[in-house]
Each structure stands twice: as C-alpha cells, then as structure tokens.
C-alpha cells in the first residue's frame, strides 16, 4: 500500500493507457484536432512514467555511485527511446525517424542539457569542475559512432548498404563493450571526480531519504514503468500520426518528441548536479546519453529493419552533419580543461536555439 501511494503519479499513466485502449476509435473518428489533443495527454502520460522511471534509476543510481548511477540512468532513458521508436516504426512509413531522432537527441543531449545546465550553474557558482578525462573519451567515441553510423552512410550505393548495416551493427556493440569495460573496470575514475565533503543541503537530505526504497521495488517499476510507456507509446503515434496528417508540421516534429520524451528525466538530474555544483554527474549524463543513444540505438533500430524489409535510412543531411560537427567541435574545446561556465554553456546554449530554429523551417 505504501508502494502503491507513492506511485500515484504511475496509476494516472496506466488509467491513461485504459482509456486509450477504449477510445482509440472514436477519438480517430472525432477529427484530427481531437486525434492531437488525445495523442499530447499521452505524450503527458508517457511523460509522467518516464519520470518515474528515472526516479527509480536515480535511486539504484545512489546506491551504487558513479560512474553505475549515471549508466543506469542513461540506459533506463535509451530503453524509453528505443521502444517508443520501434513502435512507431510499425505505423507509417518513416524511413528517417530514427536518424532524426538520433540527432535530435544528441543536439538535445549536448547543446540543450549540457549549455543550460553550465550556464545556471556558471551563473550560480562560477567555474564548475570535472574530470576532464570524462569529457575527451565522451566526446571522441561520439564522433566515431555517429561518423561511421550517420555520416559514412551516404557515400554507401543502397545494393551494398544490408552489408554495411550489419558492418555497424557489429562495430556500434564492440564499442560499447569496451566502453562499459573501461568505465566499470580499472579506467572508472575517468568518469568520476572528489568533491570536497560538505554538509547536505536541505533538499538533497530529503533527497537521500527518498533512497530508502527497495532495491527489488526500484527494478520492479523500472520495469512495469518501460512496459507502460510502450502502451502508451503505441496509441499516441497512431493519434499523433492522424492528427498531423496533411497538417504541413515540418517531418522533425515526431523526432524531436521522441528524443525529449526520452531526455525529460535527465533534464532535471542533470540540472539539479549542476546546481549543487556537481558538474560531473551532468558531464556524465549529458555525454553518456548522447554516446548511448547513438551506440545501442543503432544497432537495435538496423537490426529491426533489416528483419521486417522497411526502409530505413541513416544518413544525415548536410544540414545535420554540419550541426553535428560544430557541436562536437565546440565540446572539444568547452570540454578541454575540467571546469565548465557561463560563456561555455550559453555557446552549446546557442546551438540547440540554432537547432530548434532549423527544424522549424523544415531544415
């Protein structure tokens, strides 16, 4: 009963997801400004058990400390993104969600997280440290998995491209196997950084009696939270695609709610740690979400793909290498010397504004 009180906020999802599965038919058949009103509370909905997801990660993710908490965290928010994505690959055809959704995450994840998150905690505290070794394999491993899986792809003839695909599938996982090896096994402190002891905050007590719960209760609603937002997942993309239907909204659209949808949770711990001056944890949660959408979303998605014949295409535009580039080069040069600012955050700032601006006139 106690669990039950305080997963309140996961009922209203799972009494969404009845309603859904009631009314789908007669919301379709009520217009699409219904359709679309119908498909944003269950972005709502989905929205509310992510949160609770993270929650729960952010729990095991105490336990354990970094660099564990923070892979929790990002691979509770990539599991969200991927299943969302493969559901809504069964609708419409939609051969570059998932290259969209992938950019955008990444421009979410490190111009959007990162620049606010360094600019608030630039404002608030100054110069934030962090180990810079953090940043540099975060930064370097981006850039090779989203060349050779987003990038190199264009200058692949589309009768070679089954072989490539399964090329990337393989390289994308032997990557990240050696990533988990070094950031769980002996190069660990890459990923980690002593603060000073200081006595806690207020908030951040009460914070760590909301650690009390259960381990077994934790993975539990991971997992039941996962499951839900599939459902939920599945009725919105068929409400949100009629409700869109020969509205003009640029083909971005679906995308960058899929990748916000995923990074929600994330906003707010990686702001919080930036806050409190813990910039570590946001270097680990902005980069590493970014590195494992990218590394395990590939994979996942081609193989997908390949299984059910649909088009599928991975290649990005000149428009979103360009972007992709500047973005990584700017994170090699903020992310250069352990300590993040104002000037550094407002510049990745900056860039996810460009991005918004570009996906809005349809770029």
Do not use: C
Not at 31 to 42: D, E, N, P, S, T
Not at 273 to 298: C, D, E, K, W, Y
Not at 347 to 356: N, Y
Request: without cysteine; aromatic residues 6%.
């Amino acid at each position: 009963m106690n669990i039950l009180k305080q997963e309140k906020p996961l009922l209203i999802s799972l009494l969404l997801a009845v309603l859904a599965f009631f009314l789908e038919h007669s919301l379709l058949e009520a217009g699409k400004a219904i359709a679309l009103v119908g498909a944003f509370v269950l972005v709502g909905g989905i929205l509310i058990a992510s949160m609770r997801v993270a929650h729960h990660a952010e729990i095991l993710a105490h336990k354990v400390g970094d660099p564990y908490g923070t892979m929790i965290l990002t691979l509770a928010a990539v599991a969200v993104e991927v299943l969302i994505l493969a559901i809504m690959m069964q609708g419409d055809a939609q051969p570059t969600l998932v290259r969209d959704t992938i950019y955008s995450a990444v421009m979410l994840d490190i111009n959007g997280i990162l620049g606010l998150a360094a600019l608030l905690g630039g404002l608030k505290h100054g110069e934030q440290p962090y180990n810079d070794d953090s940043g540099k394999t975060y930064g370097v491993m981006i850039l090779t998995a989203m060349g050779i899986s987003m990038i190199v792809p264009e200058f692949v003839p589309a009768v070679k491209w089954t072989s490539y695909s399964a090329f990337t599938s393989f390289a994308m996982l032997a990557l990240y196997g050696l990533f988990l090896r070094m950031q769980v096994g002996r190069h660990s402190y890459f990923f980690s950084y002593s603060y000073p002891r200081r006595a806690p905050a207020a908030t951040e007590q009460h914070d760590a009696h909301a650690h009390d719960d259960s381990t077994a209760a934790s993975i539990t609603i991971i997992i039941a939270g996962v499951v839900l937002i599939g459902v939920l997942a599945e009725f919105m993309s068929v409400l949100l695609g009629e409700g869109l239907r020969g509205s003009g909204a640029p083909p971005a659209v679906m995308a960058i709610l899929v990748a916000a949808i995923s990074a929600a949770p994330e906003i707010l711990t990686a702001l919080r740690a930036a806050l409190h001056n813990r910039m570590q944890a946001t270097v680990n949660i902005a980069m590493g979400a970014s590195l494992s959408t990218v590394i395990l979303t590939v994979p996942v998605m081609e193989a997908i793909a390949l299984y059910t014949g649909q088009p599928f295409i991975m290649a990005m535009t000149p428009v979103q290498t360009v972007m992709i580039m500047i973005t990584l080069i700017a994170a090699a040069i903020n992310l250069n010397d352990g300590e993040t600012n104002a000037i550094e955050g407002m510049t990745h700032f900056i860039l996810f504004a460009t991005f918004i601006m570009l996906s809005a006139l349809g770029l």
